[in-house]
């Protein structure tokens, strides 16, 4: 298994009417949390897609606990418990 | 059960590097065609939101199958089956 | 000189926390506006990259008068004067 | 005079078709900036808004020399050269 946690400070950008972060950017934040899982362990995926492999996603699923507020910082722990095959999971907790 | 096909059309902001619609992005086309189904039975959020009820999302799930590509036309078939209660279930597809 | 009144519909997605559309999110709105604009003269910007010319903008401004707010229709009139060399000044007009 | 450097990573989320961060998204940068630049001599955003002031963006323009690419690293220095009256001016400039 492979582990990081990766803080994140909230901007007015991503936040809604309500107050709280608009659901689609915590989407973003995992993407930016598992790139930086993979600069941990020495992996850029600039490199990776310069030599032909793309990585999209083909299946994403979040459960909204509590909205994150502007100008809080939240910690992301992404993990991949599996050896990577043709698809891989990659799990996220934010708190 | 009630039901909305709504047309959405690609632009730049939302295409990748892949050539694709980044991934995020569809959720937000999910916000945008329930938005329009509720309108469509004569519901606007704004009001709802007046009366002190928040709408916030609590769950979202996306499984990926084709990126959509810059200038594209994509529609959203949104339903819900069930009678609301205190969480609604909304489905989409796009196609 | 070419002109295109193009209408939007604002989501949730691009209100923030003062309940207007957060700043960025105009020149989203002006880069689908003026997509639109081309498109009214039969001018799809995929073809025009397919040959080889990319559009990178190279400067952009906007006076903010009057924050949109949700489910409100904004008009963009998007307008050129000049005839287009290697540099084009596109206009803007939200009202 | 007040100054400060901020460094930003750029994700996928941020980068277009042509492989370089979107135009309007360096908008969204700079104001994760000049939160950083206020944050740096003590002032939180979320303070101000509590006592009842707003901060909306009345003008804004930027000039696109070079595309920031994916998992680079960018520089923003802002600064703020007078002393802050009903309107303020912020200065950027990313390297």
Known sequence: MIEYIHSIKIYY???DRMGIVY????FEYFEESRTE???????DITSIEQ????????????DFKK????????LVKTWINEKPR????IN???F
């Open 23 to 26: 659901y689609s950017r915590y």
């Open 37 to 43: 899982l993979l600069a941990s362990i020495g992996i």
């Open 13 to 15: 950008r991503d936040v």
């Open 51 to 62: 030599e032909g492999t793309t990585l999209p996603v083909i299946s994403s699923h979040c």
């Open 67 to 74: 909205g994150a507020k502007f100008e809080e910082e939240i």
């Open 86 to 89: 043709s698809t891989l999971k």
């Open 92 to 94: 996220y907790e934010v």
